[in-house]
Structure formats: C-alpha cells, structure tokens
C-alpha cells in the first residue's frame, strides 16, 4: 500500500513526503468531488457514490465519484474519512450500485472487512506518509501522540494505529 500511495502521489505531481496532505486536493485531482452533508442516519461518516443516477442532481456533472462527509465532524476525523472513502475509489471498492456507505469506525454497508482494512490502510499511507511520519514520531512521540497527530492533520487514534502498524512504541495516552 506504501508503494501504491507513493505512486499516485507521483503521478499526480504532489511529492510523496509532503504534509499535511490536501486531501480534497487530491480527491480534486483525481476528478472526486468532495461535498459535507447531513446524512439522516448519525451514525454515517461518510459516503461515496460512482452511479450517476444515484447523485443528487445539485451535484457537478462529469465527476468519477462523489465522496459525502459528514459536516458535524471535526477535521482529522473528515479528512480521514474522506481518504478512506478515495480509497474505495481507487482500489475499485464501488460495487455494481455504485454507493458505499461507511459507518463511525469503517464499518461498510454492507459490512466487508478486508475492504475496509484495505481503505483504511490506504489512508493511512495517504495522510501519514511513512518516512516523515517515522522521523516525527522518534522526535516528537515524547510530546505525545497529539502533538504528532496535529503536524499530520489527523486524529490521535489515527496517528495511533498507524505507529503500531510501522512497528513504532506507541505510549500509553
Ligand atoms: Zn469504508
């Protein structure tokens, strides 16, 4: 997934190292629009749709998905959200309805846990680029996790999960 992270920023001309990350930049580039919603069920955190007819006709025409956020979350929960909804995009999750739907915690409708793995792991790589991430987190971990999770624009969990994924002391917090 690193590789496959690292690619897509090179194609893209956004140099794999850079953070933060603009996420909705890059969903942008890779023609995914972004838009905050307010889903009737709370416990949506995001969505992403690839079938035309099933997007709101409000929506800009000529987009390869539409990703919905949800609007009440705050910003290292949105932006995780919607690298894990790219992910969906980009690893050819979007099924034959063309819709996911994601829950609070990744959990899919319907639920598939090796493509919500998948589209986490994807984010992950996409918001915490691996060497910058490693270099912060051996000079910064000692501040504690939300010093390092603030430099990436993420949230502390996700900063979390991702140091034990690299293998890296995550202290208690
Ligand atoms: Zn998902």
Do not use: C
């Not at 955190?45 to 006709?57: A, E, F, L, N």
Request: no cysteine; proline share 8%; net charge neutral.
């Amino acid at each position: 997934m690193e590789d496959r992270v690292r690619k897509l920023k090179e194609s893209l001309g956004i140099p794999p190292d850079q953070y933060p990350v603009d996420i909705v930049g890059i969903a942008s580039a890779l023609g995914v629009k972004v838009y905050d919603a307010e889903f009737h069920n709370p416990n949506i955190s995001g969505m992403v749709i690839t079938d035309r007819k099933r997007v709101p006709k409000w929506v800009t025409p000529g987009e390869r998905a539409t990703i919905f956020v949800a609007k009440g979350e705050y910003p290292p929960r949105k932006a995780f959200t919607i690298a894990h909804e790219l992910g969906h995009v980009v690893l050819g999750h979007v099924g034959g309805e063309g819709l996911r739907t994601d829950l609070f915690r990744g959990q899919g409708l319907p639920y598939d846990p090796q493509a919500e793995r998948e589209a986490n792991l994807f984010a992950a790589a996409l918001l915490m680029p691996e060497e910058p991430f490693r270099q912060v987190w051996e000079a910064f971990a000692g501040r504690g996790i939300h010093y390092v999770a603030a430099l990436f624009g993420v949230s502390v969990n996700a900063a979390a999960v991702r140091a034990r994924e690299l293998g890296l002391e995550v202290p208690l917090f």
